[in-house]
């Protein structure tokens, strides 16, 4: 399939973007090795599954290895429900860094802000990782109501001060908090207000997009979700 830019007139293809295709639109290897870098990636339950699944597409990709440290910030639950999150996570971490020191998983029980508090205090106190990733959020009312932002805020404002970066996903449902029933990836529903972590000013909010790319994979420009996450707080 091709379609034609319409400013230069050059073809242009749709593709799936993997690790190494991926690289090349964004131009990745004239950035600095990540060979002593540590990420941080924040999971929820047993991870095993997605840590298979990724060491597994690693071989695939033609990745190096890099080294998985589980930290058990909590008890291990048996929750397994984010675990396609995960290894997407780990994917593209390593995808785009290519040659980490180590991934370092940030384990607690379940999807609740406390815990999510619970792991970015951990995250901060070990002072080994300069970047998190969480792949997560919710309705910012609640932590606002809970005290948990008020906390949470509190700990990313000592990681910024130790050279430390949160980078959360500001969600799937434009300027609204998902609500059940609310479909992902461009439905739209609930209260009109936006997901913390992604709405703290300590963190950076990431939201999702579609990448164009020319013919020989370099980068085209992208779009942003319809829906995908940002309003005001």
Known sequence: LKNVNVTTGAPVCPRWYDPATFNIAYDTGATPAA???EVAIFTVGDPTIAISDFQYGATQFGLPPVTINQIHVQPQSADITGNGEWTLDMTYVQGMAYNLKAIDLYEVAAFTFTDMTVAFNK???DDKAPIMNASVG???VFPYQTGDMLVGDMILVEAAAQGQTLFASTGDTGGYCGAAGVPPNGGVGGVPMIEYPAASPYAVAVGGT???SNVDGTYLGE???QSGG???S
């Open 210 to 212: 579609d990448v164009f």
């Open 35 to 37: 060979t002593n870098t």
């Open 223 to 225: 779009d942003a979700w």
């Open 230 to 232: 940002g309003g005001l």
């Open 138 to 140: 919710g309705c910012e």
């Open 123 to 125: 995250w901060a106190s």
